[in-house]
């Protein structure tokens, strides 16, 4: 699967955005979905991940209660929404694709496919 993500951009503190990604082929549905970020300096950390029905959400303890996942197997996108952005959240933001969801909540050695990073920038 090839996974094309977009939506960040530069926000002051407090705001919000709307990452999509939109993934190409057939077996959309078969992964669980995450995003990860990576800040600079610093290594690839998890976020968020949705599990292929959608039933099944968890989230990294620094964005729980401000950021949500949510995915649309019919459009084969995976949409994460975040809100009261703090500076602390800037990074670059990956989508991912996994097969375990033990292993895709856990770290960047639970994910099959990466998509290409979109930079997040938030202001102070």
């Known amino acids: 699967v090839q996974l094309q993500a977009y939506g960040g951009g530069l926000v002051q503190a407090g705001g919000s955005l709307r990452l999509s990604c939109a993934a190409s082929?057939?077996?959309?549905?078969?992964?669980?979905m995450g995003w990860f970020r990576q800040a600079p300096g610093k290594a690839r950390e998890f976020v968020a991940a949705?599990?292929?029905?959608?039933?099944?959400?968890y989230y990294a303890d620094s964005v729980k209660g401000r950021f949500t996942i949510s995915r649309d197997n019919a459009k084969i996108t995976v949409y994460l929404q975040m809100n009261s952005l703090k500076p602390e959240d800037t990074a670059v933001h990956y989508c991912a694709a996994g097969t375990l969801w033990s292993t895709l909540v856990t770290g960047t050695r639970g994910v099959d496919y990466w998509g290409q990073g979109t930079q997040v920038t938030v202001s102070s």
């Open positions: 082929g057939r077996t959309f549905s078969s992964y669980h």
């Open positions: 949705i599990s292929r029905s959608g039933d099944r959400l």
